[in-house]
T-cell receptor, first 114, second 111 residues
Framework: AAGVIQSPRHLIKEKRETATLKCYPI?????VYWYQQGPGQDPQFLIS???????DKGSIPDRFSAQQFSDYHSELNMSSLELGDSALYFC?????????????FGPGTRLLVL | GNSVTQMEGPVTLSEEAFLTINCTYT??????LFWYVQYPGEGLQLLLK?????DKGSNKGFEATYRKETTSFHLEKGSVQVSDSAVYFC??????????FGSGTQLTVLP
């Protein structure tokens, strides 16, 4: 079965650079969530989209932005990168409209900021 | 707001031992409860879930029962295997659809 695809899988950036992370949902999934997992930490919710509109916002820094496109893929744009942004970034996708539907996670993008 | 408190690890067991990882939660309304597992270097995989009180989720020999009276969702397995070594996260969704995770429990099973 098709799974959630994230790219790139690994990314190394310098401080103050920008990064773009991409997430491709499972077919027919219309909701995307982004989570950040620091080393040894639990995943923290950043932002979510449903039908290309932002649906909820968590602890996402102002330096980050995200959007969902017409094909339902999503991109997380990160600017002015800081050392503390080094983390594993997951997206999870879901089929909206089904009660208690499960979120399915991608393999993550590991970002290292030097 | 929502919160999940999870048994602190790490937990080290011998193969075929009984496993319990405690999880309690705070949430308004009627949350759905989940256990996710994360193998080294991989993403999060749903292990099991329960969506209403007294529901029991089960998968791969793991079980957890949604206990509203004690606000708990403890994970159990009768006989662990080396391949069960991973980090286990308890999580919930409430009126907000995003997942709120516990701090994770590292399980190591020794042969």
């Amino acid at each position: 079965a098709a799974g959630v695809i994230q790219s790139p899988r690994h990314l190394i950036k310098e401080k103050r650079e920008t990064a773009t992370l991409k997430c491709y949902p499972i077919p027919r999934h219309d909701t995307v969530y982004w989570y950040q997992q620091g080393p040894g930490q639990d995943p923290q919710f950043l932002i979510s989209f449903y039908e290309k509109m932002q649906s909820d916002k968590g602890s996402i820094p102002d330096r980050f932005s995200a959007q969902q496109f017409s094909d339902y893929h999503s991109e997380l744009n990160m600017s002015s990168l800081e050392l503390g942004d080094s983390a594993l970034y997951f997206c999870a996708t879901q089929k909206e409209g089904i009660a208690q539907e499960t979120q399915y996670f991608g393999p993550g993008t590991r970002l290292l900021v030097l | 707001g929502n919160s999940v408190t999870q048994m602190e690890g790490p937990v080290t067991l011998s193969e075929e031992a009984f496993l319990t990882i405690n999880c309690t939660y705070t949430a308004t309304g009627y949350p759905s409860l989940f256990w996710y597992v994360q193998y080294p270097g991989e993403g999060l995989q749903l292990l099991l879930k329960a969506t209403k009180a007294d529901d029991k989720g089960s998968n791969k020999g793991f079980e957890a029962t949604y206990r509203k009276e004690t606000t708990s969702f403890h994970l159990e397995k009768g006989s662990v295997q080396v391949s069960d070594s991973a980090v286990y996260f308890c999580a919930l969704t409430g009126s907000a659809r995003q997942l709120t995770f516990g701090s994770g429990t590292q399980l190591t099973v020794l042969p």
